[in-house]
């Protein structure tokens, strides 16, 4: 049974994205079988990982239960990796979820049968705390959290973290903070220095050690429609996300015993 693992922060501009097309292609190109499922209205994923992102059915379909989770999911650009697209449709997702039954469990329920086909699904989850990043958390076996190096960045940190363990009490128990991921770090910057000695020294468990470093390359991928490890792998960008991935296998590694022994 594949791990899910939801990256999400109400706020948008801390790396969210990148961190979800670049650490999901990492993994993958060490060999594991990896989806990425592009929960954001803005489909930023989509449109990084996708040559020609004309997509006409995506996630709205799949948490609507309009299409079957193996139906829609597509080849990116990046090896061994898949995705679940999304379009501007999602927007009106929210609306339509209001008055059913069951809302928050709507993804659940659509990625179960295509769990054993993966070892790990990524779900990039919008920038706010609505239906769909309740329906992300609830579908999650884990939640990672992107930090941006920046005093206001950690604002917000204490209400998602709320918001974590009410998804824990009332829809999904089973849900980890799988950690806190510090991006957007520039070294020349006292400041950025200062949010890290803070949230080591609040969270010391669960705070990544791979930082994240400002690298313009991340940037220029995005741009090209690829993600940084297929655009330049000897870039400063490339080789933190590596190291990301493979810190997040070392601590996963008896998930995937475990996929092995099923």
Avoid at 31 to 47: F, G
Avoid at 161 to 166: A, E, F, G, I, Q
Wanted: charge should be negative.
């Amino acid at each position: 049974m594949g791990k899910v693992i939801a990256i999400a922060n109400q706020k948008g501009g801390v790396g969210k994205t990148t961190t979800s097309v670049n650490l999901a292609a990492c993994i993958a190109v060490l060999e594991k079988k990896v989806l990425i499922i592009d929960a954001d209205p803005q489909a930023n994923a989509t449109s990084t990982l996708v040559l020609n992102p004309e997509i006409e059915f995506g996630t709205y379909q799949l948490i609507e239960g309009q299409k079957k989770a193996k139906d829609l999911i597509i080849e990116s650009t990046s090896p061994n990796l898949k995705i679940i697209p999304a379009n501007i449709d999602l927007v009106g997702i929210e609306i339509e979820l209001v008055d059913k039954e069951n809302r928050e469990k709507m993804l659940f329920q659509a990625l179960e049968s295509i769990k054993e086909e993966f070892d790990f699904i990524f779900i990039d989850c919008p920038p706010s705390l609505g239906l769909i990043t309740l329906n992300c958390l609830t579908a999650a076996d884990s939640v990672l959290i992107p930090i941006q190096c920046e005093y206001f960045a950690l604002e917000g940190l204490g209400k998602l973290l709320s918001t974590v363990r009410k998804v824990q009490e009332l829809h999904n128990p089973k849900l980890d903070v799988e950690g806190l991921l510090l991006t957007m770090y520039d070294s020349r910057l006292k400041l950025s220095n200062l949010v890290i000695e803070q949230v080591k020294l609040h969270f010391t468990e669960i705070v990544f050690n791979t930082i994240i470093q400002r690298n313009v390359r991340l940037s220029e991928a995005t741009g090209n429609c690829k993600s940084i490890i297929k655009y330049d792998a000897t870039s400063r960008g490339a080789i933190n996300y590596l190291n990301l991935a493979n810190e997040f296998l070392e601590k996963n590694n008896p998930v995937l015993i475990e996929n092995k022994e099923n």
